[in-house]
């Protein structure tokens, strides 16, 4: 009985070990796609991120030229910073960091209070923060925090900046 062709048992070993094969190289690429989906996603937090303080400290070293140019508000779900004299004709800048919204909004006044730009910065933010310390009168800064939450992720991005004031000069 020399009869060319599989047996039944041949055919159930066979199908088995390919669908085990094909089991592992899905499970393979499905971490693959999620893995490079959360880094991905943690770059454009981190390029977000780097972006937004640029321009945080753009406007400080900008608006900012004495200690008495930094307004810090905190009302219902908005925290306000204010950067500039909002007094004396020049221009300033608000940066608004709404927490139900997660994100912080950047607007641009003129002196007459008028908007020249809005715009939102960053989203997905978990908390931010720009603080004086003017412990010391020879060397006062502003410390800039930001803090994002990447999707998916328990990790968090965050930022930290220091940027010295420049002091009017005295006569």
């Given at each position: ?5 599989f047996?039944l ?9 390919l ?29 977000d ?27 219902g ?5 204010t ?12 940066y608004t ?7 912080i ?5 003129n002196?007459?209070d ?5 715009q939102?910065?960053?989203?997905q933010i978990?908390?931010f923060?720009?603080t004086l ?13 930001i ?8 990790t968090?991005n965050d930022?930290?900046l220091?940027i ?8």
């Amino acid at each position: 009985m020399n009869k060319k062709g599989f047996t039944l048992v041949e055919v159930v070993v066979a199908s088995v070990i390919l669908v085990i094969a094909f089991t592992i190289l899905s499970q393979v690429v499905s971490f693959s796609t999620t893995y490079f989906k959360d880094e991905y996603s943690e770059s454009i937090s981190q390029e977000d991120l780097r972006l937004s303080a640029v321009l945080i400290e753009k406007d400080i070293r900008r608006y900012v030229v004495d200690v008495d140019y930094y307004i810090r508000s905190i009302t219902g779900t908005d925290k306000q910073i204010t950067l500039g004299n909002t007094e004396n004709g020049t221009k300033y800048v608000i940066y608004t960091f709404n927490i139900a919204n997660a994100n912080i909004t950047r607007t641009l006044y003129n002196p007459d209070d008028t908007v020249i730009s809005t715009q939102v910065l960053s989203k997905q933010i978990v908390d931010f923060d720009i603080t004086l310390n003017s412990a010391t009168t020879i060397n006062p800064f502003l410390s800039v925090d930001i803090e994002a939450i990447v999707d998916g992720r328990i990790t968090n991005n965050d930022i930290h900046l220091e940027i010295y004031l420049r002091l009017p000069e005295t006569s």
